[in-house]
């Protein structure tokens, strides 16, 4: 069976699930999902795609030896410890971040989506988060910058980290176990790789258009005259 290493469709280099996790193993895996959890740059890092690629090798005996139980229990101790270091970031710079200015690896669009799925859905915000790309990386920076409770966070920082860490990983495992998607892996690894990069697509397209509609606007008032 051949590798999907050998495939431009798998990512960018390193950033390829299979890729990543055949040069790190576990270590390179609970990396990726302590950065993408509570560093502001992980937001692009494939956290849901690499879990899923994580089941599927174990189930396959492929690159990681550890068993599932430990896989899982590790992936969500790092998950819930990312979340921590976000909340307490976003406690301490505060207001700060949202006059921020923008950057290649930081946009004021990224905050202000997740200040608004926070106010939404409150401290449920914190589980719900966990299974949204770049909003994962952004909420407990703003449950952080809004002063929710330490307790409060930490009791769904914990359930939300355990959820997804152990959830996302054992439907790749079992999944694994079935003859075709076992039969068929290099193109679901594919797959699962395009899908996940599907939500920062569509966010990038929104953000440029949102820009361009803020440029337009100011361009529209700028040849308005004003009232004396």
């Known amino acids: 069976m051949s590798s999907i290493l050998a495939s431009p469709a798998a990512g960018p280099g390193l950033l390829a699930p299979e890729s990543l996790i055949s040069t790190f193993g576990l270590i390179g895996i609970l990396a990726v999902v302590f950065a993408e ?3 502001l740059i992980g937001f692009f890092l494939p956290g849901d795609s690499l879990l ?3 089941g599927l090798l174990v189930a396959g005996g492929r690159y990681l030896s550890q ?3 430990l896989v899982c229990l590790l992936v969500a101790v790092a ?5 921590q270091v976000g909340y307490l970031f976003g406690k301490r710079v505060g207001p700060a971040l949202f006059r921020r200015p923008n950057s290649r690896l930081f946009k004021q669009q990224n905050v202000e989506r997740a200040n608004r799925f926070f106010a939404r859905h409150g401290a ?7 299974f949204i790309p770049v909003v994962r990386t952004f909420t407990p920076i703003i449950a952080g910058v809004s002063r929710m409770p330490y307790r409060t966070f930490l009791a769904f920082n914990v359930i939300g980290g355990a959820l ?5 990983t054992v439907l790749g495992f079992y999944l694994g176990r079935i003859p075709f998607v076992r039969d068929n892996i290099e193109f ?11 939500p920062i697509g569509i966010q990038l397209l929104r953000s440029r258009h949102a820009g ?3 440029d337009a606007d100011r361009a529209r008032a700028a040849a308005t005259p004003q009232d004396a």
């Open 79 to 83: 998950a819930i410890a990312g979340d």
């Open 124 to 130: 449920r915000s914190v589980v719900l988060a966990r």
């Open 164 to 168: 997804w860490g152990t959830g996302v």
């Open 37 to 39: 959890s509570g560093l």
């Open 212 to 214: 361009h509609r803020h």
């Open 188 to 198: 679901i690894l594919i797959g699962i790789v395009l899908v996940s990069v599907v």
């Open 67 to 69: 068993p599932l139980w």
């Open 52 to 54: 899923f690629t994580a």
